[in-house]
């Protein structure tokens, strides 16, 4: 593998290029968030990622219920960093990293680095059955998105040229595995398209009928809401016609349906796997110790103990709040780490004084229910209903990249939900 540090590539090189080299890998909200941060400090940076584009993953679930398209959800790196002239992007897959050489190994090329900053994020876990996997995505990126919309569509089509009535049955239902809010979000989507949206484009079955199940070990679904957000969440998916299993376990999952802890088999043609995240590998990267799901234990500066120069930020990172409780792995947790390295590694580069320790702050919870409902805890206000739905649907909007976006995004919402319609209902068969 070549060894190549982008910066001092050429004799010639870029301006600036004795500077110190910051390597991120991950342009989600972590990295991309340090990259921004780090724009005006006297270094030179490399990101990295196995993916050329950003992805909005909180809106992920409207992608793969056909509300949005992948467009309206995702950007090329290249182009939203184009004008950061400190800034290098590479699409590459980090593979290992020798942090004796200070060397990031990839797919593609090996670079060499003075400060490191891993944003990785985390995936979906299967509790050790990933054999589970290929029968019961998960939602994570925009290929699955697509892959779960493909899936939920096509079921449709082969159900109304079915004749057999329990293969038809089986066909039209649907199983969501976790009710945190992924699993509450799909459950109420799938439960609109079926009961709204496609009502009447078929001539041999009628979608109403489908059944859409949400499964949840726990209780109550959205258990890190306040109890009665969660029992609201609940009664308004059963009030839109999904039904729900709770303090229930999938036992197994396979090509014909899943089967539960009480003993009971439903046959099914569409899983979606809500149900555990993990970290992604970058502790067995740098041997860092780590929590049971792989996120790396970090110092208060978010360092890595023992590498003063690694930083760990978003779902890759454990680390706790003022209360000595987990920070959580959502997007506004990750931009709060990444603008905080950004500023250890500008004063470090600056030569000044270090800021304090990280210091998250908790901003709310949202989740949505359905075309006009969500729940909204900010502090002592919860919100539900219409309202809570506006305020979710402002939020998500404000946070989207580019007018564009935000314009496309706003106007498909505002038209589906005068009319119930989706727009990127698109499938097809492949040839043989
Ligand atoms: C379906 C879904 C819905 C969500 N809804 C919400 C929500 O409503 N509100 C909220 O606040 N949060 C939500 N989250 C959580 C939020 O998206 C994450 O907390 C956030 O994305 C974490 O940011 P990150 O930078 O740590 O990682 P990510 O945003 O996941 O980015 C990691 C990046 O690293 C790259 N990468 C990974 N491994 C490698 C490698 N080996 N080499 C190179 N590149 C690599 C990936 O391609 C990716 O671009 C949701 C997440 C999902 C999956």
Same mark, same amino acid.
């Given at each position: 593998?070549?060894?190549?540090?982008?910066?001092?590539?050429?004799?010639?090189?870029?301006?600036?290029?004795?500077?110190?080299?910051?390597?991120?890998?991950?342009?989600?909200?972590?990295?991309?968030?340090?990259?921004?941060?780090?724009?005006?400090?006297?270094?030179?940076?490399?990101?990295?990622?196995?993916?050329?584009?950003?992805?909005?993953?909180?809106?992920?679930?409207?992608?793969?219920?056909?509300?949005?398209?992948?467009?309206?959800?995702?950007?090329?790196?290249?182009?939203?960093?184009?004008?950061?002239?400190?800034?290098?992007?590479?699409?590459?897959?980090?593979?290992?990293?020798?942090?004796?050489?200070?060397?990031?190994?990839?797919? +593609?090329? &090996?670079?060499?680095? /003075?400060?490191?900053?891993?944003?990785?994020?985390?995936?979906?876990?299967?509790?050790?059955? &990933? &054999?589970?996997?290929?029968?019961?995505?998960?939602?994570?990126?925009?290929?699955?998105?697509? #892959?779960?919309?493909?899936?939920?569509?096509?079921?449709? +089509?082969?159900?109304?040229?079915?004749?057999?009535?329990? +293969?038809?049955?089986?066909?039209?239902?649907?199983?969501?595995?976790?009710?945190?809010?992924?699993?509450?979000?799909?459950?109420?989507?799938?439960?609109?398209?079926?009961?709204?949206?496609?009502?009447?484009?078929?001539?041999?079955?009628?979608?109403?009928?489908?059944?859409?199940?949400?499964? #949840?070990?726990?209780?109550?679904?959205?258990?890190?809401?306040?109890?009665?957000?969660?029992?609201?969440?609940?009664?308004?998916?059963?009030?839109?016609?999904? +039904?729900?299993?709770?303090?229930?376990?999938?036992?197994?999952?396979?090509?014909?349906?899943?089967?539960?802890?009480?003993?009971?088999?439903?046959?099914?043609?569409?899983?979606?796997?809500?149900?555990?995240?993990?970290?992604?590998?970058?502790?067995?990267?740098?041997?860092?110790?780590?929590?049971?799901?792989?996120?790396?234990?970090?110092?208060?500066?978010?360092?890595?103990?023992?590498?003063? &120069?690694?930083?760990?930020?978003?779902?890759?990172?454990?680390?706790? /709040?003022?209360?000595?409780?987990?920070?959580?792995?959502?997007?506004?947790?990750?931009?709060?780490?990444?603008?905080?390295?950004?500023?250890?590694?500008?004063?470090?580069?600056?030569?000044?004084?270090?800021?304090?320790?990280?210091?998250?702050?908790?901003?709310?919870?949202?989740?949505?229910?359905?075309?006009?409902?969500?729940?909204?805890?900010?502090?002592?206000?919860?919100?539900?209903?219409?309202?809570?739905?506006?305020?979710?649907?402002?939020?998500?909007?404000?946070?989207?990249?580019?007018?564009?976006?935000?314009?496309?995004?706003?106007?498909?919402?505002?038209?589906?939900?005068?009319?119930?319609?989706?727009?990127?209902?698109?499938?097809?068969?492949?040839?043989?």
């Amino acid at each position: 593998m070549p060894l190549i540090n982008p910066w001092r590539r050429s004799a010639e090189g870029p301006p600036g290029s004795q500077r110190p080299h910051v390597v991120i890998v991950g342009a989600g909200f972590g990295g991309l968030q340090a990259c921004k941060e780090l724009a005006k400090a006297a270094a030179d940076i490399t990101l990295v990622d196995a993916r050329n584009h950003h992805c909005f993953q909180p809106l992920l679930y409207q992608v793969a219920t056909a509300a949005l398209s992948p467009g309206d959800i995702a950007w090329p790196i290249r182009a939203m960093l184009r004008r950061q002239q400190n800034v290098e992007v590479i699409m590459a897959r980090v593979t290992e990293i020798d942090t004796t050489a200070r060397r990031v190994h990839t797919s +593609e090329i &090996d670079l060499t680095y /003075d400060y490191l900053v891993l944003a990785t994020g985390a995936t979906h876990s299967y509790f050790g059955r &990933d &054999d589970w996997a290929p029968f019961a995505p998960g939602l994570k990126h925009i290929a699955d998105a697509t #892959e779960i919309r493909r899936r939920f569509l096509l079921a449709f +089509e082969r159900a109304e040229v079915v004749v057999d009535a329990v +293969e038809q049955a089986r066909l039209l239902t649907f199983v969501i595995i976790g009710g945190g809010a992924t699993g509450v979000e799909m459950a109420g989507a799938f439960a609109e398209v079926a009961r709204q949206t496609l009502r009447h484009d078929f001539r041999h079955i009628d979608p109403r009928n489908s059944r859409i199940i949400l499964v #949840e070990g726990g209780p109550r679904v959205l258990p890190v809401f306040p109890p009665a957000l969660s029992h609201y969440a609940e009664r308004s998916l059963r009030a839109m016609g999904a +039904e729900i299993e709770l303090n229930r376990m999938v036992t197994g999952c396979d090509a014909r349906g899943v089967s539960l802890d009480d003993g009971r088999r439903i046959e099914a043609s569409t899983l979606v796997w809500a149900a555990g995240v993990v970290a992604s590998p970058a502790a067995s990267w740098i041997a860092a110790e780590h929590d049971r799901v792989g996120r790396i234990k970090v110092a208060s500066n978010l360092s890595v103990p023992g590498y003063p &120069d690694i930083f760990i930020v978003g779902d890759a990172a454990a680390v706790d /709040d003022a209360d000595g409780r987990p920070v959580p792995g959502i997007a506004p947790a990750a931009k709060q780490m990444g603008a905080y390295v950004a500023s250890v590694i500008a004063a470090r580069v600056g030569g000044r004084q270090a800021p304090a320790p990280f210091a998250y702050r908790h901003l709310g919870d949202l989740a949505t229910i359905g075309r006009k409902s969500a729940v909204v805890k900010l502090g002592p206000l919860q919100l539900t209903g219409l309202i809570g739905w506006l305020f979710w649907s402002g939020v998500h909007i404000y946070f989207l990249i580019g007018v564009r976006n935000r314009f496309v995004v706003a106007l498909n919402w505002l038209w589906s939900y005068v009319t119930f319609q989706r727009g990127a209902r698109l499938i097809g068969i492949a040839p043989k």
